[in-house]
């Protein structure tokens, strides 16, 4: 990493990601939070921030496809890894990640503060659970704050999300 | 085309949430400057020094402001938003403190810097001066009053108010049965996952000030900032963007920040932006505490209440900006759907060095349901009768409605409840919770040694309160209608609901339908959002304005197609011949044949060009009482509030040992009207369910007696997760309509959370045969409780 110095004096290092599958560069203190690197450096904005203390999962990102809470982790320490932010869930071509269907479909969102936070959390879990009974959907979740829903239409959008996931992959397994 | 009133219609604004593109204020003005606040860590002192000279020389500091710094309105206490008679030692804070501060957090120094993190820098190198004064901390301190929060408010009383109706006294001391209870019930707070935020800019050309902020009402906020900041309200534009939840904690307005970030944006020609962190949302914004209540009532052999007194404090925290609402709606609601044919209610409102108390979804209702159902379930125990029979026999029937309830409500207006069915409600709700098996399944669980006890409880939530809202609806040449409303949303689905109203009335498909909310710009007279008010309040005026709107485009197709008004009719977006749908034009040419123009800016338009033809050349184009366009703008003001209702149930197991709570099952019967869209209605009962559950059994504002708040984290204060709501959520609707609005509907915002303490106290209390009288319980205090009723 380069040192550089920002217009206040301070040290500024160089942080290369690859984030939704663009290579993205900033240019960051050693003390920017990687959420707020995320939100005012790269501008995606969808990454929220519910607590700085990583009590209440907002904040989750996908770091090289694990769900991580962004306001735990500085910049600098994730440079070279591979991120996907709640911008990056859709498809190229727009169409909505599973999970994210299941979100609208089942009510699972009302003010949307945390939900980015919870779309890839659930999107990390149902990748190693692809087939939740109640529990372990209750499981997944059980990390992250919802103050809107209650938590009930998230519980259902795990599910409808894992069936969205079936159907889609066996309409895939159709066409070929 | 078919109605989507009542149906469930998929929300509009999710697509740009799911997405992460949804606009909260902190997503907005990158590169604006960033405030950060040096805030009391004393609850009670007096400041002798701040020193901020080593924080002038912290790299990127731009500005650093203390009271001394504030100018003209901005140097005076911010305002008494609900002044009432009662409200006779009425407090509020200065914008940054001036000479003493009266709660931790309590805004002392802003500064303003390049960034958040180099204003937080400077924020450390303050110094600030104390001389700590002794806090009062809780009712019993304030009412005591050996110290006083502030020093010319005697006895720490902001207010003392009562209500009456019939001869309480009397009635209870000519009863057969008389019991009394001590009853303490405390809530926590909104904590909505977005913190306040407010961002601010000062177009120095222009003379305007544009001002966005996490709040439940923008046009409370412009006034108020135009009013402190000494500007035109012409100059002053307030934007609601996404709101992360608001819950109740932000129609509290203006906040400190809300005034001095603006000024500061004006005074330094620069875009000012404060967001609040989660310990500040904690210590600085504002909560719901305690009441205790002393209730005394006389009632038959049957249960039937004769008599009614209830006295009670109330804790208010450090300041009343928001009056004495929340006691107000205590003291009305309390009585549900019960009539006692005497009632009298006393309050004590105190001051105490906490953060500021102000409504909380529910607002003070929880507290109301509470006291009246734990008294039902008193004397149902007293007389030996089921609990639900007790309730029956002192419900309102059905053929009493409109009740008067000799009482003023909270919006300054008679307690006359519009219209419900109670006895039909618990009907519904015993049939879904499994009442009368109920006593055959704690036999059969007390067999196994288990402890698993049932209760319920029944509110009445006064909604749509006024005193009004508006809308106006456009149909622009494309065909595509834009809404706008002046009221602001923070999760409710609005933008859909509102939608729906307007696509049905004007028969439009939704998808063409756009609604704008909080924007005043857009709209500038409205009330906010609050006690479960709009989509009563807003989606009547929405549906008023469509319905005007839709006149003039019948009016304006008659002329075009030389037909009777009254026999056209409006399906899919085409204005057509009733019965014959090939027959019409589409609404956006009808917008263009309303609006005569002299220059053609595309096809369509040259239709409506003065050459084109087809005018009657003996009149003006634009008629002497007629406007161009299609357009319609009303408002609705209801004659009084809308009274919604509902009977929660819970079966819950305690467990012998650790004394943990745990929810078998949980039901909900709810009546709001009509529902324009179950699926947000059940979303608003589901999560108000959850904040219900949390109040009685998780969430509690620990302060030590020195002031201190020593759970503000995330990590302290238990907020619940998905292993804390119930496995088993069952709801059923009764649907009563409201006379008093055009779409017969009633709010629903804030009943998931009303009897959540009231029904878990009645539940436990079943289930481990011990008295429940304060709540919130946690199993420590569970455990505590059967150590002193003989260790159970």
Known sequence: ????????????????????????????????????????????????????????????????????????????????????????????DGTLSPVQQAFAECHGLQCGYCTPGFLTTITAGLAVTPDPDDEQARDMIGGNLCRCTGYQNILAAVHRAAEITRERAADAGGRS | MSSLFGTRVQRVEDDRLIRGHGAYVDDLGAGALAAAFVRSPHAHARITDIDVSAAQDVPGVVAIYTYEDLTGRLAEPLPLLIPHPALTHGRTPYPLAHGEVNHVGEAVVMVVATDRYAAEDAVDVIDVSYEPLPAVVGIEAARTADNLVHDDVPGNLAANATQEHGDA???????????????????????????????????????????????????????????????????????????????????????????????????????????????????????????????????????????????????????????????????????????????RVEFDSLYTNTVQVTPFRGAGRPHGCFVMERTMDAIAAERGLDRAVVRERNFIQPDEFPYDQGLIFQDGRPLIYDSGDYPALLTKLKDLVGWDAFPAEQAATAAEGRRVGIGLACYVEGTGVGPYEGA???????????????????????????????????????HDVDVVTGDTRRFGYAVGTFASRAAVMSGSAVTLAARKAKDKALRVAADALEVAAADLEITDGVVHVKGDPDSGIGLGTVAVLSNPLRYAFDEAAAAATQFAGGADLAKPPIAADDEPGIEGRAFFSPLRSTFASGMHAVVVETDPQTAEVTILRYCVVHDCGPLINPLIVEGQIHGGVAQGVGGALYERMAYDETGQLLNASFMDFLMPYASEVPRTLKIDHLETPSPLNPLGIKGAGEAGVIPGAAVLAAAIEDAEGIPIRSMPISPSDLFELRATHGGR
């Open chain 1, 1 to 92: 990493m380069t040192a550089y110095q920002d217009a206040n004096g301070e040290e500024l290092h160089e942080v290369r990601l690859t984030v939704n599958g663009t290579a993205r560069a900033a240019r960051v203190p050693a003390r920017r939070l990687l959420s707020d690197c995320l939100r005012h450096d790269l501008r995606l904005t969808g990454t929220h921030v519910g607590c700085e203390h990583g009590v209440c999962g907002a904040c989750t990102i996908l770091l090289d496809g694990a769900a991580v809470r962004s306001c735990l982790l500085l910049a600098v320490s994730v440079d070279g890894t591979d991120i996907t932010t709640v911008e990056g869930l859709a498809g190229p």
């Open chain 2, 169 to 343: 006294a009397a009635a209870i001391a000519a009863a057969t049965h008389v019991l009394e209870l001590d009853l303490e019930i405390e809530r926590s707070a909104s904590t909505p996952l977005e913190g306040r935020g407010v961002l601010a800019e000062w177009d120095e050309q222009a003379g305007r000030l544009r001002l966005w902020t996490s709040t439940q009402t923008s046009t409370g906020v412009r006034a108020a900032v135009a009013a402190k900041l000494g500007l035109d309200l012409s100059q002053v534009d307030v934007i609601t963007p996404d709101v992360g939840g608001g819950f109740g904690v932000k129609i509290v307005h203006p906040w400190p920040e809300e005034v001095l970030v603006p000024w500061a944006a004006r005074g330094l020609g620069r875009p000012v932006k404060f967001t609040e962190d989660r310990l500040e949302h904690f210590i600085a914004s504002a909560h719901e505490r305690a009441q205790l209540h002393h209730v005394t009532v006389g009632y038959d052999d049957d249960g039937r209440m004769v008599g009614l007194d209830v006295r009670f404090w109330h804790d208010n925290g450090a300041y009343v900006p928001y009056g004495l609402i929340v006691p107000i709606v205590t003291s009305t609601q309390l009585l549900g759907p019960y009539k006692p044919p005497a009632y």
């Open chain 2, 472 to 510: 106006h609806v456009v149909v622009e040449t494309s065909g595509k209608v834009k809404v706008a409303t002046g009221l602001t949303t923070q999760g409710q689905g609005h933008q859909t609901a509102f939608a729906q109203l307007v696509a049905d009335e004007l028969g439009v498909p939704l």
